[in-house]
C-alpha cells in the first residue's frame, strides 16, 4: 500500500470518500465520525490536512476496523424491500402530495413500513426532503432541521430562517417528508402546513 508521511494513503481515500461534509454528498460528518472512532474532531482534522503529529498507526488502525464496521452497516441497509400493497398505497399519496404539491397523512401501526417507504421514495426521487423528528422537537428545531436538510443557512431568527427555506422552495419539484409527526406539537404541525404548503406550495 502507498505511504505518504507515513500515512496509508489507500485508507486516506477511502476514509474521506466518506467522511466530510453532508453538503457535498458525504455520508458521515467528520465530527460524528471523531466521535466513533473515540479522537476528537481536531485530531481528524489534522489526519485530513496531513499534519497529525500524534500515532498515525493507532489511528489508522481505528479507521481501518470502523470503515469496516461501517461497510456491514451499509450492506444491511442496502438489503431489498420486498414490494407491498402498503408500501404501493404509501409511495403513491407521496408522488400525488409532491406532483400536487398537496398534503398527505400516512398513517399505521408501527412495523408497517412508513419509514422505510419515506427512506425509499427519497433515494428514488432524488429530490424529496426526508425529515425524522422525536419528541424534542420545538418549533425553532423543526425550522432549523428543514432548513439544514435544504442546504440553508440556519443563522437568525426563526422568521429569517422561514424566509430563507419559502424562497428556497418555492418553484422547486420536491417535497418534505417529515416522519414520526405525531411528536410535533399542533403549533409546530401548523407551522409546516402554513410555510411549507401554503407559501412555499410544496407538498
Do not use: C
Amino acid at each position: 500500500m502507498d505511504k505518504k508521511d507515513g500515512m496509508n494513503e489507500e485508507l486516506y481515500q477511502k476514509f474521506f470518500a466518506l467522511v466530510g461534509n453532508p453538503d457535498e454528498g458525504k455520508r458521515i460528518s467528520q465530527a460524528k465520525a471523531a466521535q466513533a472512532l473515540g479522537y476528537s474532531s481536531a485530531v481528524v482534522s489534522a489526519y485530513k490536512n496531513r499534519t497529525y503529529n500524534g500515532n498515525i498507526k493507532a489511528f489508522e488502525d481505528a479507521v481501518q476496523a470502523w470503515l469496516k464496521r461501517e461497510e456491514r452497516r451499509i450492506e444491511r441497509l442496502q438489503i431489498p424491500t420486498a414490494e407491498t400493497d402498503t408500501l404501493g398505497s404509501i409511495r403513491k399519496a407521496l408522488s400525488i402530495a409532491q406532483d400536487e404539491a398537496d398534503i398527505a397523512v400516512i398513517v399505521g401501526d408501527a412495523g408497517t413500513g412508513k419509514t422505510t417507504a419515506l427512506r425509499n421514495y427519497a433515494a428514488e426521487s432524488h429530490s424529496a426532503i426526508f425529515i425524522e423528528v422525536d419528541a424534542s422537537f420545538t418549533k425553532n428545531v423543526l425550522v432549523a432541521s428543514i432548513a439544514r436538510a435544504l442546504g440553508l443557512d440556519t443563522k437568525g431568527g426563526m422568521s429569517v430562517v422561514i424566509s430563507r427555506i419559502v424562497d428556497a422552495l418555492k418553484g422547486r419539484d420536491t417535497v418534505i417528508m417529515i416522519d414520526e409527526a405525531e411528536y410535533l406539537s399542533d403549533g409546530s404541525l401548523e407551522l409546516v402546513r402554513r410555510v411549507i404548503n401554503d407559501k412555499a406550495q410544496t407538498g
